[in-house]
């Protein structure tokens, strides 16, 4: 059976060329970079390779960036390493589980956290994030891309206030690296969490960009790895999959990939939308090339979900990370969609190697699932309440 998968927001296929880069990392190259013979020489002159690729990605120094396991341990990493009780967090009630759960817990501590909701668009307004300043707003933690809907937000005015308040800005950018330029410099910010698996990289490996003399307190202690900013044997053949992936995530903003992504992404839009009972969650707003997050009347967005991967085509209801649970999606309903439209909404989300056959495929499929679902739904027969 045809198989397409539309869930690239949940994680990527590594790309041939980022396995090959790994391969010999894990057999014949095998050291621990930190070891001072041969093998842990090559190991670190590895590593050292990728920081470098991963330097010019962000456009920072090279010393600036810490290899960690992902978007959530930098998210964490940035909210644990610089709060502490009586301290101020401003964030916003959009952001991923990796911030909204360590906010909760910093809360429950004495840290105090203001959450700005966004407009009905999805976006953060600057001046909200202004209003919410305090005396000890020590941090403000937003988002680059929206995981769920793809919005992206206005970073740049965002790092300007806090730069203007002398208060620490974190982006977490897992979402949106890859898919639009990132320049942590242009955008004023301190902190900036990445993860290699949202852009064809592997699993399990992440960056952050620290910005010198951030005074950010590590989340894993031990040994001296990542200028003890972060302990733990570093993860050499993931570190140099992601540089790698780093590499061709920067050849792909620039000749016209993410372009061929978006108007794949818009014909796909388009063609769901000429049925009727659909629109688009933060459609106004600009977007990364490769999301569109749709609501379909009378649908239950889990069933849809389903009834797609039967038939080949893998997407997902809300956010992939709380998908099992049956609470509408907290974006959505932030955005001021009523609970039953937050739960029939669905994210496509395309990867850069998508194709015209793939779209073509999905929507031959998807008015057939929604003919069907809506003819047995008893959400359609108006008998859920
Ligand atoms: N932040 C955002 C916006 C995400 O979408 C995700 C993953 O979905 C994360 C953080 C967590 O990243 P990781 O899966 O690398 O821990």
Same mark, same amino acid.
């Given at each position: 059976?045809?198989?397409?998968?539309?869930?690239?927001?949940?994680?990527?296929? #590594?790309?041939?060329?980022?396995?090959?880069?790994?391969?010999?990392?894990?057999? /014949?190259?095998?050291?621990?970079?930190?070891?001072?013979?041969?093998?842990?020489?090559?190991?670190?002159?590895?590593?050292?390779?990728?920081?470098?690729?991963?330097?010019?990605?962000?456009?920072?120094?090279?010393?600036?960036?810490?290899?960690?396991?992902?978007?959530?341990?930098?998210?964490?990493?940035?909210?644990?390493?610089?709060?502490?009780?009586?301290?101020?967090?401003?964030?916003?009630?959009?952001?991923?589980?990796?911030?909204? !759960?360590?906010?909760?817990?910093?809360?429950?501590?004495?840290?105090?956290?203001?959450?700005?909701?966004?407009?009905?668009?999805?976006?953060? /307004?600057?001046?909200?994030?202004?209003?919410?300043?305090?005396?000890?707003?020590?941090?403000?933690?937003?988002?680059? !891309?929206?995981?769920?809907?793809?919005?992206?937000?206005?970073?740049?005015?965002?790092?300007?206030?806090?730069?203007?308040?002398?208060?620490?800005?974190?982006?977490?950018?897992?979402?949106? !690296?890859?898919?639009?330029?990132?320049?942590?410099?242009?955008?004023?910010?301190?902190?900036?969490?990445?993860?290699?698996?949202?852009?064809?990289?592997?699993?399990?490996?992440?960056?952050?960009?620290?910005?010198?003399?951030?005074?950010?307190?590590?989340?894993?202690?031990?040994?001296?790895?990542?200028?003890?900013?972060?302990?733990?044997?570093?993860?050499?053949?993931?570190?140099?999959?992601?540089?790698?992936?780093?590499?061709?995530?920067?050849?792909?903003?620039? /000749?016209?990939?993410?372009?061929?992504?978006? !108007?794949?992404? /818009?014909?796909?839009?388009?063609?769901? #939308?000429? #049925?009727?009972?659909?629109?688009?969650?933060?459609?106004?707003? &600009?977007?990364?090339?490769?999301?569109?997050?749709?609501?379909?009347?009378?649908?239950?967005?889990?069933?849809?979900?389903?009834? #797609?991967?039967?038939?080949?085509?893998?997407?997902?209801?809300?956010?992939?990370?709380?998908?099992?649970?049956?609470?509408?999606?907290?974006?959505?309903?932030?955005?001021?969609?009523?609970?039953?439209?937050?739960?029939?909404?669905?994210?496509?989300?395309?990867?850069?190697?998508?194709?015209?056959?793939?779209?073509?495929?999905?929507?031959?499929?998807? &008015?057939?699932?929604?003919?069907?679902?809506?003819?047995?739904?008893?959400?359609?027969?108006?008998?859920?309440?």
């Amino acid at each position: 059976m045809t198989r397409v998968y539309m869930d690239a927001n949940a994680t990527t296929p #590594l790309l041939p060329e980022v396995v090959e880069a790994m391969r010999p990392y894990w057999i /014949d190259r095998f050291g621990n970079a930190s070891s001072i013979h041969l093998d842990g020489q090559q190991a670190h002159t590895a590593v050292d390779r990728a920081r470098a690729t991963l330097a010019e990605f962000l456009n920072c120094h090279d010393a600036e960036v810490i290899f960690n396991s992902g978007g959530t341990e930098g998210d964490n990493t940035a909210l644990f390493g610089l709060l502490r009780p009586g301290n101020h967090l401003i964030t916003t009630s959009i952001e991923h589980s990796a911030i909204l !759960a360590a906010a909760n817990r910093l809360a429950a501590f004495g840290v105090d956290v203001t959450y700005v909701a966004p407009s009905a668009s999805g976006v953060i /307004d600057p001046e909200e994030i202004r209003r919410a300043l305090r005396p000890n707003t020590r941090l403000i933690s937003v988002m680059l !891309a929206n995981n769920e809907t793809g919005v992206l937000q206005p970073i740049e005015e965002i790092g300007k206030i806090a730069g203007e308040a002398g208060a620490f800005f974190h982006i977490d950018a897992v979402q949106g !690296a890859g898919k639009v330029p990132l320049d942590v410099r242009r955008s004023g910010c301190h902190l900036c969490s990445i993860s290699a698996h949202k852009m064809h990289g592997p699993k399990g490996i992440g960056a952050m960009f620290v910005r010198r003399g951030t005074p950010l307190e590590p989340l894993v202690v031990g040994g001296s790895h990542e200028r003890r900013q972060r302990a733990g044997t570093e993860n050499v053949p993931g570190i140099v999959g992601f540089g790698r992936a780093a590499e061709l995530a920067m050849h792909s903003l620039e /000749d016209g990939t993410m372009e061929r992504v978006a !108007a794949l992404r /818009d014909r796909l839009e388009a063609g769901i #939308l000429q #049925l009727p009972g659909t629109g688009v969650n933060g459609g106004a707003a &600009p977007r990364v090339a490769n999301t569109t997050n749709i609501w379909f009347d009378d649908l239950e967005g889990e069933a849809l979900v389903i009834a #797609l991967d039967l038939k080949g085509v893998a997407v997902s209801g809300g956010s992939a990370c709380h998908s099992g649970a049956t609470e509408p999606s907290h974006v959505l309903m932030a955005m001021g969609l009523d609970k039953t439209r937050a739960r029939a909404s669905l994210r496509f989300s395309l990867l850069k190697t998508a194709t015209d056959a793939d779209v073509d495929y999905v929507l031959k499929v998807v &008015p057939e699932a929604i003919a069907h679902l809506r003819a047995i739904s008893p959400v359609a027969a108006g008998t859920a309440g």
